[in-house]
């Protein structure tokens, strides 16, 4: 799932988006409200963390906008703005949470997981299956043939990536850039070596196998047959 965060003091905002990235999302991090503003109207994202006190455009200004073309995005304020009265606001401009700084990155994330439930039930499955292979978006579990599959933060991103993708193939700058947040390095072998992770752990096994390379292009999850 892929999180906007629009935070200004760049040291907070590296921090959550980190314990995102660890939890397993994925994270565009904006600086102030001009930037944060267009990536909330253009981009697809599942959710939105805003503080109030931003440069150029504030919180209210950004929701507003926001909320011009996507009404059902989750918004998530979180802010050092304290009083009751900023609290009431922002629910009223359609904030669907808020929550004061300092904060526990866990009830952030557990805050974050909520709204996602919430809004998952209107817009999209809570899984994700292909063959005999399950994803649970909320939980974080994968199951394949009703065996559980353990996998790290990084490895149920790419899964996540491929099953959103299925059948379209993946290069690898893509999916450095969506699982990773880099550029693509060609002298870098850290994809193929989570795939051949990924694969060990989820097709080694099992039958049909499903994440097929496709040479000189990319990775590609697709049940047999469907080209």
Not at 86 to 108: I, M, S
Request: net charge neutral; aromatic share 6%; charged share 35%.
């Amino acid at each position: 799932m892929k999180i906007l965060l629009v935070e200004d003091e760049r040291k907070t905002g590296e921090y959550v988006k980190q314990g995102l990235v660890e939890a397993g999302f994925v994270v565009d991090l904006a600086l102030d409200g001009v930037d944060g503003l267009h990536l909330g109207e253009t981009g697809d994202y599942d959710l939105a963390i805003l503080d109030v006190m931003l440069p150029k455009l504030d919180g209210w200004q950004v929701l507003a906008g926001i909320r011009r073309v996507k009404r059902e995005l989750p918004v998530l304020f979180l802010t050092a703005r304290d009083q009751v009265a900023d609290r009431v606001k922002g629910f009223e401009q359609g904030a669907d949470d808020y929550l004061v700084k300092p904060f526990a990155f866990a009830e952030l994330l557990a805050r974050v997981r909520s709204l996602l439930r919430r809004g998952s039930r209107s817009k999209e499955p809570e899984q994700m299956r292909v063959a005999d292979l399950e994803l649970d978006l909320l939980r974080r579990r994968v199951t394949r043939g009703g065996r559980r599959i353990d996998l790290t933060a990084k490895e149920f991103a790419l899964l996540e990536l491929l099953l959103r993708r299925q059948g379209e193939v993946l290069p690898r700058s893509l999916i450095a850039s969506q699982v990773w947040d880099m550029n693509f390095d060609s002298d870098t072998n850290v994809i193929e070596v989570a795939v051949r992770r990924l694969r060990a752990k989820m097709d080694d096994g099992f039958e049909p196998k499903l994440i097929r390379t496709v040479r000189g292009m990319g990775y590609v999850l697709e049940m047999p047959g469907c080209d």
